[in-house]
């Protein structure tokens, strides 16, 4: 028993080591489970939050607008520690782009090429594992830990916010920058919510120095994780009317396409038509349809005799739509030949309409001749009325004088 007393501090120390120095059993101390705080179907929509040059030198600052007008991350699905994204870009111009990515918030890999600022600076700035903390790194075996774990914010809430700072600095023949970069993650989503840019230029030559400054900062501004839920990104809506139209093989079948714009939609839609067959042809009034235009065109289609379906389909450069239509062709109906003979033309319409008409006038006719006239006096040589002279007659004939 004596023995066993002395020995039973080694034995727990010897039993707290090896819960140390097991993984298998116990986490080490500061290890952390990176997994994805995010899920399918949720997106951020993000702008240009602000743009300063100081002093609005464009040979120092350069266009510090940018040509984007808005971009929108969609998280398409989630597997295991991979993320497969949507990145979408919408530009002044109305066109629009999009591109797949996919990240791994576990080791940090990602498929996307492009760094808004120089190295270090991953590639993977979209989305990190959920909850981290300051001074942890973006992912196990990343040089890079986050600064700091402050409150912001984020598209009209107050969300706890992971910061990355990098500072680099540059001096060449009398030309020296410094550039700071500033990125933030949402602490319990790990999705990016800022980038913000602070340059300072100095140029010094001959005793000349001259100091230009700017900052800008490109943010989400909605989303449906937290501020929106339910809700999508900015789209549109396309429609027919009517659905359905029948025409004659000579003529055209008509309907109007329109799209609608909604939360904000201002890429451009360009259209495009296929139809159920070859056998009918189908234009549009317009194929491009830009923001502050009608937003409709004009569908025709000629063919065969037949029933069709036609599809037209409008692509925003990041999203698709379509909307179907059935055109109905019949035949033309024969032409009527000319009447050849009077009895032909007695049988048509018109040959009825003229009976007709003849009839009502004669009647009219026979009515007016028949009516009496009255008659009129005459006047003498002294402009006395005179009477006609009486008729005679039969029996107006006066009696015989007797003989005497």
Not at 21 to 28: D, G, M, V
Not at 260 to 279: C, D, E, H, K, Q
Not at 317 to 345: F, R
């Amino acid at each position: 028993m004596y023995r066993l007393r002395v020995h039973i501090p080694l034995i727990l120390t010897l039993i707290l080591v090896t819960l140390v120095l097991s993984p298998t059993i116990l986490p080490a101390r500061g290890v952390i489970a990176y997994t994805p705080g995010v899920i399918g179907g949720q997106w951020g929509l993000y702008k240009q939050l602000y743009s300063n040059c100081m002093p609005p030198n464009p040979a120092l600052c350069g266009s510090q607008s940018s040509s984007l007008d808005y971009g929108i991350l969609q998280i398409v699905s989630v597997y295991n520690t991979q993320v497969t994204l949507d990145v979408v870009s919408v530009y002044t111009n109305g066109t629009g782009t999009h591109q797949g990515v996919l990240v791994d918030v576990a080791t940090g890999y990602s498929n996307f090429t492009f760094s808004p600022v120089p190295q270090p600076v991953p590639f993977n700035f979209f989305v990190v594992a959920k909850n981290l903390v300051a001074s942890q790194n973006l992912y196990p075996l990343s040089p890079s830990r986050f600064n700091s774990t402050i409150s912001e914010t984020v598209a009209g809430h107050d969300r706890m916010v992971n910061i990355l700072n990098y500072t680099v600095s540059s001096s060449y023949q009398g030309f020296s920058t410094r550039i700071s970069t500033e990125f933030q993650f949402d602490q319990m989503t790990g999705l990016f919510v800022k980038l913000s840019f602070s340059s300072l230029t100095i140029i010094s030559y001959q005793g000349y120095q001259q100091t230009s400054e700017s900052d800008s900062a490109f943010g989400m501004v909605d989303n449906n994780v937290w501020s929106s839920p339910g809700t999508s990104y900015p789209d549109f809506g396309i429609s027919i009317a009517p659905t359905s139209v029948s025409t004659v093989q000579t003529s055209h079948a008509d309907s109007t396409i329109s799209i609608t714009r909604m939360r904000g939609f201002n890429a451009t839609v360009i259209l495009s038509t296929a139809s159920s067959s070859s056998s009918l042809t189908c234009t549009l009034s317009q194929t491009k349809l830009v923001k502050g235009g009608t937003d409709k065109s004009i569908l025709s289609c000629t063919g065969s005799p037949g029933s069709y379906t036609v599809t037209v389909t409008g692509n925003s450069g990041y999203t698709t739509h379509p909307a179907t239509a059935t055109i109905n062709i019949q035949n033309t109906p024969p032409a009527k030949a000319a009447p050849s003979t009077i009895l032909d033309l007695l049988q048509t319409p018109a040959g009825y309409g003229g009976i007709a008409a003849g009839i009502i006038i004669a009647l009219l006719a026979l009515l007016f001749t028949r009516r009496k006239r009255i008659p009129q006096a005459t006047t003498g040589p002294s402009n006395t009325p005179m009477l006609p002279p009486p008729t005679t007659g039969p029996a107006d004939t006066p009696p015989s004088a007797s003989p005497p």
